[in-house]
């Protein structure tokens, strides 16, 4: 059985031109969710093994089709998040009781540390989610204003919705110890190694903001309006990362959101029918 809203809205593109996009959003009752795996890549520039796992996130993005959502958490460098520590020491105790484990260190939808292994993260994503999401937005001048939606499959509780904003294309030279996917580089350099997914703002709390238990039911949507004003020193051309997870952190499912040029895609669950 199958709840269908349809929800007509205006979504305005970086050029301040608008464009009236149909959208249908479908809350599953009793059903299931594509899931998409999050990858927490805690990183940095000086790190020389870091290229390899950048790689392999990389090329999982393409290989499973953009079902994974992969977020850079930089240590230490110029793109340095500021609650970088917080989080390493909350999910690194979490995943594996220790915060001694070195860079880079990868952690799968907060619950597991990475291995690398690629099949580790395509059987994940096999098995479908009782949580969807998705998300309208429009931006204008520099004003990010977003309503992420989130679809449940089942009766669930206390609840999590973290939103993060991620940038794409950064520039730095990256150390390496030898061609670890993107060449040997120069003296032990990556020259202006183009850094994506960089966690630049947390949108939500750092941890997530709370959902309403009464409205995270089978077929129901639960709805969070954000407004975030993006910097002059980011890119306009950010992307969105939005995830929930339950009292323990860990992720129920997660989405990449690219926020200019998707709206119709955006605006849809992800559903396994």
Known sequence: MRLKLLIILSIFLINCSSEEVEIQLDAVVDGKYKTNVLIEDYTGAWCGFCPR??????DLWSS???RITPI???NRDVFSFSKEGEMRTR????SMGTTRWGFPSAILNRSSKWFENPKTVTDLIAVDSNVGLALDSSIKTRTLTMKVKVGFGADLS???LVVYLTENGLKADQRTYGDLGYGEGTNGYLVDFVHDNVLRASISELFGD???STLSKNGE?????YTYEIPEEYSILSNIVAFVVDKNDKVLNSRFFITTGEGTANGKFQTSE
């Not at 796992?53 to 990389?58: Q, T, W």
């Not at 999910?91 to 979490?94: E, L, Q």
């Not at 949507?221 to 309006?225: F, G």
């Open 53 to 58: 796992v950048a790689k392999k996130i990389e």
């Open 64 to 66: 499973t089709n953009k």
């Open 72 to 74: 850079a958490i930089h």
């Open 91 to 94: 999910f690194w105790v979490a």
């Open 158 to 160: 206390d609840l999590k």
């Open 210 to 212: 709370s959902i309403d």
């Open 221 to 225: 949507i639960y709805e969070k309006s």
